[in-house]
């Protein structure tokens, strides 16, 4: 067993995909800003010098901290300062980027499942259906996703009861960002299905008597997925600032927990008075988070379409 796995990682590390991997400095920073940010929001509770969430832990004199610098009043020194409320701006970093990423990862996936399902349902079965959906596709185009993110979100915090409103907010937030992103999933998938659903392979399964259903999920589906992975890797980054958009104008996450931008939005009412960290380490890491992340999609563009290379 486990040199059949050690036969399959020296495979793994000898293929093309590896190969490009190596070779491509961009790629492998990127990779590795990504996974040092997301790991360290995973691990934030063992990381983070304080609970910026947790009151009993805040202490109002350490409050506008400036970087480095000793509290005039308490002495205690913080890394990257402190904000209004004395909390650390390091772990409100770390705990505000848990709840950005768990809303970006959380909203492709919703977005990348609808969108496959639409897209294979209208690529293969055709006629008035496909009509339908790609005509919903079509006129959703015709609207930016944070405007169409921003309506989705007001009518469904509408139907939500108003002393729930803060707990669901997160996942009210997930609905919306992803019923404003299937739309490219489920036109890049329609058009593999047109081109596989007409392949010798799919009509032996017809002929075999494989009903629609396991046709389109045991044959054209895995066919279609390295189109799949490219897109929601780069609509995670669109994802990540549609959270953070959305929570800068106040119609994201609630203020018991906040993201990446709502930490934003904070820092802007103090960035010219002087305290321009609150804004500014919180700003730099929503960057590197959503360009590492969108340069890895690119990169998986041009490694997986042989016509770019």
Known sequence: MFSKLADNIQRAKKSDFMYAFRH???AM??????????????????????????????NLMNGFS???????????????????????VFSTILYGMRISLFVGFAAVTFAMVLGVSLGLIAGYVG??????????????????GILVAMLIFGIAKGFTPIDQR???????????????????????VRGATLVEKNKEYVQ????????????????????????????????????????????????????TQPSLGTLIRIG????????WWILLFPALTLLMLALSVNLLGDWLRDVLNPKLR
């Open 24 to 26: 491509s400095p961009v």
């Open 29 to 58: 920073i990127s990779f590795l800003v990504a996974f040092i940010l997301i790991l360290s929001a995973i691990i934030a509770p063992l990381i983070a010098p304080h609970n910026p969430f947790d009151p009993a832990t805040l």
């Open 66 to 88: 400036a970087p480095m610098v000793p509290n005039q009043y308490t002495s205690e020194v913080f890394l990257l300062g402190t904000d209004d409320q004395g909390r650390d």
């Open 127 to 144: 006629g008035w259906v496909d009509a339908i959906i790609m005509r919903i596709a079509d006129v959703q185009l015709t609207f930016p």
């Open 166 to 188: 803060d707990e669901m907010a997160i996942w009210v937030l997930i609905i919306a960002i992803g019923l404003s992103e299937w739309v490219q999933f489920a036109r890049v």
């Open 204 to 255: 032996a399964a017809r002929l075999n008597g494989r009903r629609s259903g396991g046709i389109m999920l045991g044959h054209i589906l895995p066919n279609v997925l390295g189109p799949v992975l490219v897109i929601a890797t780069i609509s995670l980054a669109l994802a990540i600032i549609a959270e953070a958009t959305l929570s800068f104008l106040g119609v994201g996450a609630p203020p």
């Open 268 to 275: 802007q009412g103090y960035l010219f008075s002087g305290e």
